[in-house]
């Protein structure tokens, strides 16, 4: 009897115990039921304001995407022609009347920019970075238990401001959290692995504990490290005081045994769980990312991962998702990142500013190496309403949060301070950038300090001179990386961006050798009519190279830490060399829409473990027209290529080549390459004559998706003919509608030209194909999806399940 009783005292501790765990600290998603409304409308931070007229939606919001693309437009090329301007949002809550003795703050990790946010009337603050996660104490203004009125101000309308698409609004995440008047306080740990091996790690903990209590406090501060299957393997407790009204550090250092490595292939992590106890209450529970790893920047080896030496093979990315702008989704982030990965990319570069709190975790889930970048302006502008107006009163606390929020995080290895400063050219370059290191030095030791530098003449770089830079990075300067080492005596050094090549998906110029653009500088650039760029592996920047020449460069170099290609993805914005209509970026190795362009493969046959063989062009041309047929392989000695079954000749790549090449008169019908090791084939690539137009395929990259209002499905929409080959110069209109569970976001079709809406309800093929994206409408409802183009050719349906 005795035994039942103490079981189930044990079991209603327990309970308690896991329900207070569960209540401690409450992060409630704060994103929905929003009003919205372009224009300047200082009242709406009162109660009675009416907001009738204004939209109602579900953050995170990009006005700027939804507008009409026009020459004339204030934001200029760089910003792909798109509006910005002033909006206001506003949001009506109620918060519960037993929250009024704990605290209560709301944090936005991005509003561009400007932003200015009102609870009840009352001011909390600005912010003037657009990148900079932010957040503000609501305690003293809120109504228990009865309505309370949020409103942010967001001015984006002083422009040009920025060198690419910035989008406009509240366009990241919103939370509100409740926490006890003891609790850790805003990014109030700090996690660091002073020793890491496979057989024990030590871990040092820095917890900032805010008490908002008139009074002193006694507690215990609980440390577990649990590792991925959310089994604990250490633990320290210790018992702690502290003041009224204050913030106080504590420490907790704690050791595991044997722990799993992080590692871009196997990127295993842990949380670091930090629990506060006022005597028997637990009244907040606060996680942290721990991933065990080490690393090193070397001067003459490279960079080496717990003690592996590895080859940066990077990525510069820009915070836009595509179609859907700067609007922040998970989802949207994470099928970026897994084409990125599976071309073989291990690292990350966050171009030019700090980027959302999913692309960090994400990196951390999925093995990428980061390069966090803080600014891309100083003092001095680079274009007429950037961050250069902001930078005296706001550099410090920016860098400084920017430090604070990323330092968990396992995949971030370097942080910049800066990339392609001007400052670099004067001595005001020493001062600042010994400012910024000292500042980031302060908050974290454990990374190296570096920037994004244009200039390898020693006397002319100013930021080099400070001294102040624990690892050089150089965008571009390919054709002078063999003088580094003895240019640059002892320095560790990396190629923070380079390439800068322009292509366009499925479009074929036949080569006739290496275009720069322009031929020098100030010469016009030899373009096609309709705004296009080949997408053979020959037209780059007048700065840059190819990605062949620079992929040469850097596998030769082992000095050379790795290389960030710019870009991944094409970006909004900066569609150098076209003018208007032009609207989007032709660097990235990944089209607008998320569909690879040839050097994909390239890349996937040099650095990924995948087994490659890919073909290029298409196989639709004129009569006897002389088509040069590139292929690109790995493991395989050989390549042998057939025309409708006769041979035309194998070839191995020789010395540094990154391709194969034959030159071919058109005949319609089946190109096949073969490739074969020892003799015996490793793979088969054919591609087909595409006869008339049949059918729209249309291949969705996942069966089902969640209802919860934010999961997204792309669907990419092919035409084929009878026998489901692609019509690669398809052209056609595609209308579309969606039905049940799901709302179209977004279409595009990759062409930098393409003036449609990224909003629209049709989208034209371009070289065949185009994406739809749809999310989750909260209905729990199956999806369709139906596809039309004209009356010649049947409907098309996919069908995805919400769950």
């Known amino acids: 009897m005795i035994l039942k009783k103490i079981i189930i005292a044990l079991t209603i501790l327990f309970s308690v115990s896991v329900f207070a765990q569960k209540q401690a ?27 009738s007229d204004w939209r109602t939606l579900q953050l995170p919001h990009d006005w700027s995407i939804e507008g009409a693309f026009d020459k004339d437009s204030k934001t200029k090329q760089a910003q792909g022609f798109l509006p910005a301007g002033k909006g206001w949002y506003r949001k009506v809550f109620t918060i519960p009347a037993n929250w009024k003795n704990k605290t209560v703050s709301i944090e936005f990790d991005g509003v561009f920019k400007n932003s200015e946010v009102f609870i009840n009337g009352k001011s909390l603050g600005m912010r003037p970075n657009g990148y900079i996660s932010l957040g503000y104490d609501l305690t003293q203004y809120l109504n ?9 101000k967001v001015d984006n309308d002083a422009q040009p401001n920025s060198r690419w698409y910035t989008g406009s609004g509240i366009y990241r995440n919103v939370r509100l959290v409740a926490s006890e008047k003891l609790h850790v306080g805003k990014w109030g740990t700090f996690v660091t692995t002073p020793e890491v091996s496979a057989e024990k790690s030590k871990i040092h903990l820095e917890v900032t504990i805010d008490n908002d209590n008139a009074v002193a406090k006694e507690f215990k501060l609980v440390t577990s490290i649990v590792n991925s299957e959310n089994k604990e393997v250490a633990n320290f407790t210790s018992t702690e005081k502290i003041g009224a009204k204050t913030s106080e550090k504590k420490i907790h250092d704690l050791k595991v045994k044997q722990p799993k490595l992080w590692s871009t292939e196997n990127p295993y992590l842990y949380k670091v769980i930090t629990k506060v106890y006022e005597k028997s209450k637990l009244v907040d529970n606060y996680e942290t990312p721990l991933g065990f790893r080490y690393f090193n920047f070397d001067s003459e080896k490279g960079f080496s991962l717990n003690g592996v030496p590895t080859k940066i093979y990077g990525v510069c990315l820009h915070h836009d998702n595509g179609a ?5 989704n998970i989802h949207a982030v994470r099928r970026k990142l897994t084409l990125m990965k599976e071309m073989g990319a291990n690292a990350i570069r ?15 889930e999925m093995g990428f190496i980061v390069q966090d970048e803080a600014f891309d302006v100083w003092k001095k502008k680079k274009v007429t309403n950037d961050y250069h107006k902001d930078w005296d009163a706001w550099h410090k606390q920016d860098l400084e949060d920017f430090i604070k929020r990323d330092r968990n995080h396992p995949s971030v290895m370097m942080w910049s301070i800066g990339n392609e400063i001007r400052e670099q050219f004067d001595s005001t370059g020493i001062a600042i950038t010994r400012e910024l290191a000292k500042i980031v030095k302060s908050l974290d030791v454990t990374r190296p300090v570096t920037s994004a530098l244009t200039e390898n003449v020693i006397e002319k770089n100013f930021i080099y001179q400070s001294g102040a830079l624990d690892l050089l990075g150089f965008n571009y300067k390919h054709e002078d990386y063999k003088d580094f080492p003895t240019k640059f005596k002892g320095q560790k050094i990396l190629a923070s961006e380079s390439v800068s090549a322009l292509e366009t998906r499925g479009h074929y110029d036949f080569p006739d050798g290496i275009k720069a653009w322009p031929t020098k500088h100030g010469a016009p650039f030899d373009g096609n009519a309709d705004w296009t760029v080949s997408a053979y592996d020959q037209v780059k920047s007048y700065w840059g190279a190819t ?22 993805f094409d970006y909004i914005g900066e569609p150098d060399p076209y003018p208007f209509p032009a609207r989007s970026s032709y660097f990235g190795i990944v089209d607008l829409a998320g569909l690879p362009k040839d050097v994909y493969y390239m890349y996937q046959s040099e650095w990924s473990n995948k087994t490659v063989l890919h073909i290029l062009p298409h196989w639709n041309w004129k009569k006897d027209q002389e088509v040069e047929v590139w292929a690109y392989y790995n493991n395989a000695d050989e390549v042998e290529l057939f025309l409708n079954g006769k041979s035309l000749g194998k070839k191995a790549k020789q010395n540094d080549d990154l391709h194969i090449s034959w030159l071919v008169k058109f005949e319609p019908g089946t190109l096949k390459a073969v490739s074969r090791k020892n003799g015996k084939i490793v793979l088969e690539k054919e591609i087909r004559t595409a006869g008339e137009a049949s059918k729209i395929d249309l291949k969705a990259e996942k069966t089902s998706i969640k209802n919860d209002t934010y999961d997204l499905v792309y669907v990419t929409v092919s035409m084929v003919d009878k026998d489901g080959n692609l019509l690669p110069t398809a052209m056609d209109l595609i209308n579309f509608e969606v039905s049940g569970g799901g709302k179209l976001v977004g279409v595009d079709n990759g062409y930098q030209a393409n003036l449609e809406s990224f909003k629209a309800n049709s989208c034209k093929l371009f070289n065949g194909k185009c994406v739809v994206i749809i999310q989750s409408n909260g209905k729990k409802e199956n999806i369709q999806l139906k596809a039309k183009v004209g009356n010649r050719i049947p409907i098309s349906l996919i069908k995805i399940n919400v769950n």
């Open 25 to 51: 600290r409450i992060v409630e998603d704060f994103n929905k039921n929003w009003n919205f409304k372009l224009g300047d409308y200082p009242e709406a931070i009162n109660a009675n304001f009416n907001t």
């Open 144 to 152: 228990f238990g009865k309505s309370n009125t949020i409103a942010v």
């Open 324 to 328: 859907l702008g700067a609007v922040e």
């Open 350 to 364: 966050m171009s030019h500013n700090p980027h959302s709190l999913e692309m960090m975790q994400l990196c951390d």
């Open 547 to 568: 990605h062949e020449e620079n992929w040469k460069t850097i596998k030769s170099q082992d000095f050379m830490a790795g290389t960030f290609i710019w870009t991944g």
